[in-house]
């Protein structure tokens, strides 16, 4: 049984950072491209970033470029999400995904194995 575990969510004021951590078991981590989601109350799941089996190619969504970085330790099965410069509209819960797929993938539909979640909550 595939299990994906987030942490590392919390309360911090505008402007500051965290790193959501997530581990993944029973499955050949380095076999799985991973993705970060979030979702805001009363809005969608949304893609938040991506990166491939190797760590070699990363993706993110253009609301979160040049603030957020997504990488991944193959020996510690596990994947970061750096996120500086938060803004009140960062406020969401963030879900861990793991996918089968070789390339970057940035669909819900393309991940298979999920987290439980982990809120982040900014302060303006």
């Known amino acids: 049984q595939v299990q994906v575990v987030e942490s590392g969510g919390g309360l911090v004021q505008a402007g500051g950072s965290l790193r959501l951590s997530c581990t993944v078991s029973?499955?050949?981590?380095?076999?799985?491209?991973m993705g970060w989601f979030r979702q805001a109350p009363g809005k969608e799941r949304e893609f938040v970033a991506a990166?491939?089996?190797?760590?070699?190619?990363?993706n993110c969504a253009d609301s979160v470029k040049g603030r957020f970085t997504i990488s991944r330790d193959n020996a510690k099965n596990t994947v970061y999400l750096q996120m500086n410069s938060l803004k009140p509209e960062d406020t969401a819960v963030y879900y861990c995904?793991?996918?089968?797929?070789?390339?970057?993938?940035?669909?819900?539909?393309?991940?298979?194995?999920w987290g439980q979640g982990t809120q982040v909550t900014v302060s303006s």
């Open positions: 029973g499955r050949a981590f380095s076999r799985c491209a």
């Open positions: 995904a793991a996918s089968n797929s070789y390339y970057v993938p940035d669909t819900t539909g393309t991940y298979d194995y």
């Open positions: 990166i491939s089996r190797s760590g070699g190619t990363t």
